[in-house]
């Protein structure tokens, strides 16, 4: 089995940064692309980013791109979202996720991702 625990999230004022971190465990971490995703209240979930396994491709919401950084570090069965800039509209609860197999996918697709995090809230005060 997979667990995915999302740690990082708070509250913040409008301009500041936070760094989400997304710790994983249950398989080989640096086989599969990992992905974040953001829910607001009364709206669906959303794609923020996702990094293929090796960190070779990135995907970004067109809101979030120039301001949020997706990286990941293998050795420590890490992914991480820098989020600078911060807007009153980011304020939502962001999950990392996974897909259940490894090789070419689509990164945007939420269709793709089977794992899911409990999830960290991140708000954003104006």
């Known amino acids: 089995q997979v667990q995915l625990v999302e740690s990082g999230g708070g509250l913040v004022q409008g301009g500041a940064s936070l760094r989400l971190s997304c710790a994983a465990s249950?398989?080989?971490?640096?086989?599969?692309?990992m992905g974040w995703f953001r829910q607001a209240p009364g709206k669906e979930r959303e794609i923020v980013a996702a990094?293929?396994?090796?960190?070779?491709?990135?995907y970004y919401a067109g809101s979030v791109k120039s301001r949020f950084t997706i990286s990941r570090d293998n050795a420590k069965n890490t992914m991480y979202l820098q989020m600078n800039s911060l807007k009153p509209e980011d304020t939502a609860v962001y999950y990392c996720?996974?897909?259940?197999?490894?090789?070419?996918?689509?990164?945007?697709?939420?269709?793709?991702?089977?794992?899911w995090g409990q999830g960290t809230q991140v708000t954003v005060s104006s």
């Open positions: 996720a996974a897909p259940p197999r490894t090789g070419w996918i689509n990164l945007a697709g939420l269709y793709e991702y089977d794992y």
């Open positions: 990094i293929s396994s090796s960190g070779g491709r990135t």
């Open positions: 249950g398989r080989t971490f640096s086989s599969y692309a």
